[in-house]
């Protein structure tokens, strides 16, 4: 199978590999499989330059040369995301993932996209059979996206269950260390709360919802000193966030 590549689309995985530009990959490569990827990996890069006519080219080369192949089926799957054509961006991922159901960043990225059109039932579907793949090495991003379906569905429970497996996997994730910290502070765990949110200030930059998250903690914890920091900051940050609207409010 050619060597997947996934792209930076909602909750979809990074660049996985160094790669470069050729103009003729079939002339370098006689092996019409290393062909094919070094076509899906020239046009991964076209995509990520937003060169979206030549990623077509170059990807619709690749699928003429592996037109079963799941890693490219998977390229052409995230260009159709990019381009707004839902019909195809199904079809292509199916494709891929038909060809090789234990595919899980194809699937991951499957997810993303459904996650992206408010399908969140059939994301979580799909997280689920990523997040039990344990060859599969990032899991702690599927459990983490996983936790961010069930929030949107309204199952807390069930996103701190994800985000907590998320975190035992990789404990220096910002977004499953904030959401945690939150769901804590709903439910009256204001140590735990606290916990949390000192491990996210110690891997990230401030943002208004962790700002907000302390201000509301420390009113409840007491520390003087503590909440005078974080009113300052969301003021002086982000003076135009929701966040600064709904302090100003409380006051």
Do not use: H
């Not at 937003?50 to 080219?57: E, G, P």
């Not at 945690?180 to 401030?206: C, F, H, T, V």
């Amino acid at each position: 199978m050619v060597k997947a590549v996934g792209l930076g689309l909602v909750l979809m995985l990074g660049l996985t590999a160094c790669v470069t530009e050729t103009n003729n990959p079939l002339a370098q490569n006689r092996d019409p499989a290393k062909a094919a990827q070094a076509y899906v990996e020239a046009g991964t890069i076209y995509l990520q330059k937003r060169r979206m006519d030549d990623a077509s080219r170059t990807l619709k080369r690749a699928y003429e040369i592996a037109p079963d192949d799941p890693a490219v089926n998977n390229a052409l799957a995230l260009f159709y995301a990019m381009e707004g054509e839902a019909e195809q961006v199904i079809k292509y991922f199916e494709r891929a993932l038909a060809a090789d159901p234990g595919f899980s960043q194809a699937r991951n990225n499957y997810a993303a996209y459904l996650f992206k059109q408010g399908d969140y039932e059939e994301a979580i579907k799909q997280l689920q059979r990523v997040v039990k793949d344990y060859r599969y090495g990032r899991r702690f991003t599927a459990y983490e996206n996983l936790g961010i379906c069930y929030l949107r569905t309204g199952d807390r429970e069930a996103a701190a269950s994800a985000f907590n497996r998320a975190l035992q996997l990789n404990p220096n994730l910002p977004v499953s260390l904030l959401e945690m910290a939150e769901i804590s502070l709903e439910n009256g765990d204001n140590q735990m709360a606290a916990r949390y949110l000192s491990k996210y200030e110690a891997i990230a930059q401030p943002s208004p919802r962790q700002l907000w998250l302390g201000i509301r903690l420390q009113r409840i914890l007491g520390n003087k000193d503590k909440l005078a920091s974080y009113e300052l900051a969301l003021k002086n940050l982000f003076p135009g966030s929701d966040e600064y609207k709904a302090y100003k409010a409380t006051l």
